[in-house]
């Protein structure tokens, strides 16, 4: 039986069976946006350390991903995936050699002008497909298994690109592919439908369901495990320990990721794009409450990584 613990919270796996037991009820907490700033890092380890964070999504491509690989090296008991990257970023590989992915040297600054880029054709999948593949290669290389796939801004969910990822993820023989999408999406958005930032949320999420639908399919065609359910579209930057409470409560049988974007806002933060500042250090604050440990102790829900086998 292995062992994992990290903080004054331990974690315990023990190794896979065969079969899984799903009457246990599974959680991976996940930081998307590690090694964007040193701050951003800071605030994922803390919140590992101290809190319940079990796992983080790393981009090769942003400013400290390379201090993100260090911590991360250091840091044996914390889940890394890839936070693939194609908006909002810089590539890895030169950006001579992505002339449909990039503009001025830098990927598309919005998630609206990718997918239309890519729904019309005027993107070139085998130069997606190369940058994806960089991003993953850039993880390993620094000597760290990638646990899952996900994406900033969730562009993996675009068709196109889902397929490629899925086939990256036997390439490389990664388990877990995000397919981003909170069911049942109809009630989420009657939950939400007073909280002007939540509602909007609930709706892009709605509205991703046929999307949602293809990929479950593709990733069996593939042979790969089933996404776990997903959590935290709606409530992205609004994050509460009332709200992770009631999650926690409501949490079926199997395995669900809780997406969070926990970080210390620095000056490296001023320079990028992103809506999320000061949201990110409450969600520091808010995965290191005792009150949430607690709780997940209370409710035996186990808290795991991707890829690993039932916890006790």
């Known amino acids: 039986m292995g062992r994992l613990s990290h903080g004054p919270a331990a974690f315990h796996f023990r190794r896979a069976r065969g079969v899984r037991d799903w009457s246990v009820r599974e959680l991976v907490i996940n930081g998307d946006d590690f090694g ?10 803390d919140a590992h350390r101290d809190g319940v964070l079990t796992s983080v999504s790393l981009m090769a491509g942003a400013p400290a991903a390379d201090e993100a690989i260090a911590l991360a090296r250091r840091t044996p008991t914390l889940g ?39 729904l019309t054709g005027r993107l070139a999948l085998d130069e997606v497909e ?49 397919v981003p999408y909170e069911r049942p999406a109809g009630r989420l958005l009657v939950r ?10 609930a709706i892009e999420n709605l509205l991703m369901a046929p999307w949602a639908r293809r990929a479950d399919r593709l990733l069996a065609r593939h042979g790969l495990r089933p996404a776990p359910r997903f959590a935290g579209r709606a409530l992205t930057g609004l994050w509460s320990v009332s709200a992770i409470e009631a999650l926690i409560r409501g949490l079926p049988d199997g395995r669900s990721e809780l997406m969070a974007h926990p970080g210390y806002a620095d000056a490296g933060l001023d320079a990028v794009r992103t809506r999320l500042r000061g949201e990110r250090a ?10 949430i440990r607690r709780l997940v102790q209370a409710e035996r829900i186990q808290l795991v990584r991707h890829g690993l086998a039932t916890a006790v």
């Not at 964007?36 to 380890?45: D, E, R, S």
């Not at 409450?282 to 009150?291: G, I, Q, S, T, Y």
């Open 36 to 45: 964007l700033t040193p701050g951003v890092n800071a605030g994922m380890i």
């Open 130 to 178: 190369r940058e994806l593949s960089a991003q993953i290669d850039r993880v390993r290389s620094g000597g760290l298994v990638p646990t899952h796939l996900d994406s900033h801004k969730h562009v993996h969910a675009c068709p196109p690109v889902f397929d490629l990822v899925a086939r990256l993820a036997v390439r490389f023989g990664i388990p877990v592919v995000r």
């Open 80 to 118: 890394v995936g890839c936070h693939l990257t194609l908006v909002d970023g810089t590539p890895v590989l030169p950006a001579s050699q992505l002339p449909t992915l990039t503009i001025d040297g830098r990927f598309r600054p919005r998630w609206g002008g990718f997918v239309a880029a890519c």
């Open 282 to 291: 409450d969600e520091v604050v808010v995965l290191r409450a005792p009150a």
């Open 192 to 201: 939400h439908r007073a909280r002007g930032a939540a509602r909007r949320q």
